[in-house]
């Protein structure tokens, strides 16, 4: 008899509500509409190049009267209004504005914190590669219950998170979350228009891959260390190989899957590097982890890191163990 059972995520996410008897539905329900948005999104995205209003030029009207959106911005709308009503958030955190996102009056207030990055490497868009959205769910730390969320419900360590996931609007969509009992994977199959479990429990591969991915051009900013480790890599026996899309979501989900290091170096004069701490690398963190890999600043555990602002910056190492406890040896001979 041929396999007629599907694991939709819904299935799947109210499966592991189960599991936890004390769990009240509203995170379920997040992950439901971030879901959601990620659908709205990847229709949109497959329509890049059709229609003029997605490429973005902007200060025109549409139809409606409403002003043309690039989208980035599109996808930051969508995210946002697909959560505002749930009553399951006490704000929102986005890599698209300055500061946090408070739910409107009008609507209830709940026990969770969503911060994402709606469209990620959004300079692809154009050209037809791979891009993504990332999203990390924390609980709530200030009170009273009902009240607005607060900074410091934003600013917590990776580790607290509850849930994290990224979704890829590749040569198909695929979403990837955990919420702290392994990572799986939903493809989008668009005719049903539901994420279907396609990954279950994916565990990155035993050893160090083959691969590394960073954005070589840098390779004069870099420290010596950095820049030791990664000749170290070309010329090992046998020799890595080199992949970088350019969208972290797209070169993560490949070192998920195939293994290998992915790096965002600090730079000499930008010793933060370029990926944001909140919103791009603790929800990578905590996925990779999940998936029996590692993820360092360099030099500390990623996920330890106590954040002090919004769009704090960090250097990213993250991949298998093995590697990136490699890459920490290295940069620490530059403290010699
Ligand atoms: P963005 O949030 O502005 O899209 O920037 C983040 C992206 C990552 O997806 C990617 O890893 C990185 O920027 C690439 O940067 P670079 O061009 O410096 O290599
Ligand atoms: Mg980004």
């Given at each position: 008899?041929?396999?007629?059972?599907?694991?939709?995520?819904?299935?799947?996410?109210?499966?592991?509500?189960?599991?936890?008897?004390?769990?009240?539905?509203?995170?379920?329900?997040?992950?439901?509409?971030?879901?959601?948005?990620?659908?709205?999104?990847?229709?949109?995205?497959?329509?890049?190049?059709?229609?003029?209003?997605?490429?973005?030029?902007?200060?025109?009207?549409?139809?409606?009267?409403?002003?043309?959106?690039?989208?980035?911005?599109?996808?930051?709308?969508?995210?946002?209004?697909?959560?505002?009503?749930?009553?399951?958030?006490?704000?929102?955190?986005?890599?698209?504005?300055?500061?946090?996102?408070?739910?409107?009056?009008?609507?209830?207030?709940?026990?969770?914190?969503?911060?994402?990055?709606?469209?990620?490497?959004?300079?692809?868009?154009?050209?037809?590669?791979?891009?993504?959205?990332?999203?990390?769910?924390?609980?709530?730390?200030?009170?009273?219950?009902?009240?607005?969320?607060?900074?410091?419900?934003?600013?917590?360590?990776?580790?607290?998170?509850?849930?994290?996931?990224?979704?890829?609007?590749?040569?198909?969509?695929?979403?990837?979350?955990?919420?702290?009992?392994?990572?799986?994977?939903?493809?989008?199959?668009?005719?049903?228009?539901?994420?279907?479990?396609?990954?279950?429990?994916?565990?990155?591969p035993?050893g160090v891959g083959n691969i590394?991915?960073?954005?070589?051009?840098?390779?004069?900013?870099?420290?010596?260390?950095?820049?030791?480790?990664?000749?170290?890599?070309?010329?090992?026996?046998?020799?890595?190989?080199?992949?970088?899309?350019?969208?972290?979501?797209?070169?993560?989900?490949?070192?998920?899957?195939k293994g290998g290091?992915?790096?965002?170096?600090?730079?000499?004069?930008?010793?933060?590097?370029?990926?944001?701490?909140?919103?791009?690398?603790?929800?990578?963190?905590?996925?990779?982890?999940?998936?029996?890999?590692?993820?360092?600043?360099?030099?500390?555990?990623?996920?330890?890191?106590?954040?002090?602002?919004?769009?704090?910056?960090?250097?990213?190492?993250?991949g298998s163990?093995?590697?990136?406890?490699?890459?920490?040896?290295?940069?620490?001979?530059?403290?010699?």
């Amino acid at each position: 008899m041929p396999e007629t059972s599907v694991v939709t995520l819904s299935r799947h996410i109210l499966e592991e509500e189960r599991r936890h008897p004390e769990a009240s539905g509203q995170f379920t329900s997040v992950l439901l509409e971030v879901a959601l948005a990620a659908k709205i999104i990847s229709r949109e995205v497959n329509k890049a190049g059709l229609v003029d209003d997605i490429m973005g030029s902007t200060g025109e009207e549409n139809l409606h009267g409403e002003r043309v959106q690039k989208l980035d911005a599109y996808a930051d709308e969508v995210i946002y209004k697909a959560l505002d009503h749930t009553g399951t958030l006490c704000c929102m955190g986005s890599e698209e504005h300055e500061g946090l996102l408070p739910i409107p009056d009008r609507f209830p207030k709940g026990e969770y914190v969503l911060l994402f990055d709606p469209l990620d490497g959004s300079s692809n868009i154009d050209v037809n590669v791979s891009i993504g959205t990332i999203f990390s769910i924390h609980r709530r730390v200030s009170g009273p219950e009902g009240s607005d969320g607060l900074l410091e419900d934003c600013l917590q360590p990776g580790k607290n998170q509850v849930a994290a996931g990224y979704v890829v609007y590749g040569s198909s969509t695929i979403l990837v979350y955990t919420s702290g009992n392994g990572v799986h994977g939903f493809t989008l199959d668009p005719s049903i228009g539901e994420f279907l479990l396609s990954h279950p429990d994916i565990r990155m591969p035993d050893g160090v891959g083959n691969i590394y991915s960073v954005n070589e051009s840098y390779y004069r900013r870099w420290s010596p260390g950095q820049q030791r480790f990664v000749s170290e890599l070309k010329t090992s026996d046998p020799p890595f190989t080199s992949r970088y899309i350019g969208s972290m979501v797209a070169d993560v989900h490949r070192t998920l899957l195939k293994g290998g290091i992915f790096m965002y170096p600090p730079e000499v004069r930008k010793p933060g590097g370029k990926l944001r701490l909140l919103y791009e690398a603790a929800p990578m963190a905590f996925l990779v982890e999940q998936a029996g890999g590692k993820a360092t600043d360099g030099r500390r555990d990623l996920l330890e890191i106590e954040p002090t602002s919004l769009h704090q910056r960090t250097p990213l190492y993250v991949g298998s163990r093995e590697l990136v406890d490699r890459a920490a040896e290295y940069l620490a001979q530059d403290d010699l």
